[in-house]
């Protein structure tokens, strides 16, 4: 049987895993891998601590599996926005290296 600690031992690990990518890695597109496993990471301890919770009235509280999917849903968004976002700096620069890309102005 799958107890709390397990859950979040795992979520530890995907975190310091995404963790490990954005501080270490230099590509622009494996930092914005990281940061979303780093997320992903968030999301699997909350909803670990949800059900481990105590359930009141003989019903779980859905509360957390209702944020983490909006968690989901804004993460979905950031993709979209970052990758864009990515793909216009690659066209402009071509590179995806971070070190290169020191300047906000075109």
């Known amino acids: 049987m799958l107890t709390l600690g397990h859950y979040l031992l795992v979520s530890g690990l995907l975190f310091a895993t995404g963790l ?5 890695r230099r590509n ?6 990281g ?12 909803v670990a601590f949800a059900r481990h919770g105590a359930v009141s ?6 509360n957390a599996q209702v944020l983490v999917f909006f968690i989901i849903t804004v ?11 990515i793909v216009a700096l690659y066209r402009q620069r071509q590179t995806a290296h971070v070190e290169d890309l020191n300047q906000l102005k075109f």
């Open 20 to 24: 490990g990518g954005v501080l270490l």
């Open 28 to 33: 622009i597109i494996v930092i914005f891998m």
């Open 35 to 46: 940061l979303e496993l780093m997320l992903n990471a968030a999301n699997l301890s909350l």
């Open 57 to 62: 009235a003989g019903l779980p509280d859905y």
């Open 75 to 85: 993460a979905a968004a950031e993709v979209a926005v970052g990758l864009a976002i």
